[in-house]
């Protein structure tokens, strides 16, 4: 019998969910690059047959795998299940020679698909790439709508969405309550907003502290808590400072308890994320809280579409301090006491579409073997 070859660029830690679920599903075997590129990965020797490939870089950007050609020509495989790695030449032999020689083999990509901020040479790229696998599947449904309109087949492109940890987070919040942690801290009863992930640039952290000097100087008094360590943590605290919100910021730090990340975000009443939201906003809805980010789709992550507009979270502009302060006092206006229907809201949403049992329905349904 067959057996389904996976090749992904490294197992990361928070993809353990759902890569366990497709070991215990399919007979495969797992390949992974010794890339890691900083990605914090789980123990690979809880799947049954995993081999490392050695990966090298032919410049900051453009690498080759080494083994991953005598894959396609291994007689054990006629399905594979890769991530599509666009800057890796020697996946682009492995397209050509498929194409050439291995006519009845099938090859199946998980990626990003689309974001619409492609440059000319990456949407040539990619272009070639989808037309020359079998199966795409997305990370969301935004994405995979803008395939179809560039004329894909529906059967072509399938959207898989994102998970974490579901069955452990599930159990963990079975035991969360409300707690005083933020009025112990603060020593205020103010709303609480959150962030929680890496302090880096890309996650606009400046814009959240501009807006809570905008709001403070209204007269509307929020804390804030941000959960995590990065290269800007200096730079924030400067602004804290300057802007005399010191009573107002905790910067927690990195926490890798989840039991503690979960307490954390459970008691918060906004997670808010200028910059592309990612899997901060399935970490923070999985625990019961809406999620605040930008509205310039074509700069987020897929993870945006878990955010009802109103029920789940909300949307403001892109790179826009003021519209930031604006949709944290509208949202607080609107939700403050329905508090507990927006984190039941919530839960729904992650349980409905970003789980690793969501996933594997749609893996199930759609890999062509």
């Known amino acids: 019998m067959k057996r389904l070859c996976i090749f992904f660029n490294t197992p990361s830690f928070y993809r353990e969910s759902i890569y366990r679920k497709i070991d215990e599903s399919f007979d495969c075997d797992w390949y992974f690059g010794d890339y890691t590129g900083g990605v914090k990965s789980f123990d690979i020797k809880l799947l049954n047959r995993v081999n490392i490939l050695h990966v090298s870089n032919a410049t900051h950007r453009v690498y080759w795998t080494w083994g991953l050609i005598r894959l396609l020509f291994d007689k054990r495989y006629d399905t594979y299940f890769t991530y599509g790695p666009t800057w890796d030449l020697c996946f682009w032999l492995f397209l050509l020679l498929k194409k050439l020689f291995f006519h009845g083999k099938k090859i199946n990509i998980w990626c990003h698909a689309w974001y619409g901020k492609e440059t000319f040479f990456e949407s040539k790229m990619k272009r070639l790439m989808f037309n020359s696998v079998d199966r795409i599947f997305c990370y969301g449904e935004y994405a995979r709508q803008m395939l179809l309109k560039m004329g894909y087949s529906p059967t072509k492109v399938c959207a898989v969405h994102n998970s974490l940890n579901y069955d452990r987070q599930l159990q963990i ?53 941000l959960v995590g360590d990065g290269t800007e943590r200096d730079l924030l605290q400067s602004m804290v400072e300057q802007y005399d919100l010191h009573s107002f910021v905790w910067f927690y ?50 993870e945006f579409e878990a955010i009802i507009d109103g029920r789940t979270g909300m949307f403001f502009k892109y790179s826009d301090e ?43 349904d759609n890999l062509l073997m």
């Open 253 to 302: 730090g990195a926490c890798y308890d989840e039991a503690l990340n979960a307490e954390l975000i459970y008691n918060a009443d906004l997670c808010v994320a200028p910059g592309n939201v990612g899997l901060t906003a399935m970490h923070a809805m999985t625990f019961g809280t809406p999620v605040a980010t930008h509205n310039e789709f074509k700069y987020q992550m897929p």
């Open 173 to 225: 919040r079975s035991s969360l309550k409300s707690s005083d942690i933020y009025r112990s801290h603060f020593q205020n009863s103010n709303p609480v907003l959150l962030f929680i992930g890496r302090l880096t640039k890309v996650k606009r952290l400046d814009l959240l502290i501009k807006a809570l000097c905008i709001l403070k100087n209204e007269g509307q008094c929020y804390n804030l808590v």
């Open 322 to 364: 003021k519209s930031i302060a604006e949709a944290i006092s509208r949202w607080f206006s609107v939700h403050q006491k329905n508090r507990e229907d927006v984190r039941l809201e919530c839960y729904k949403e992650i349980e409905k579409n970003w789980t690793p049992d969501y996933q594997m329905n749609v893996i199930r």
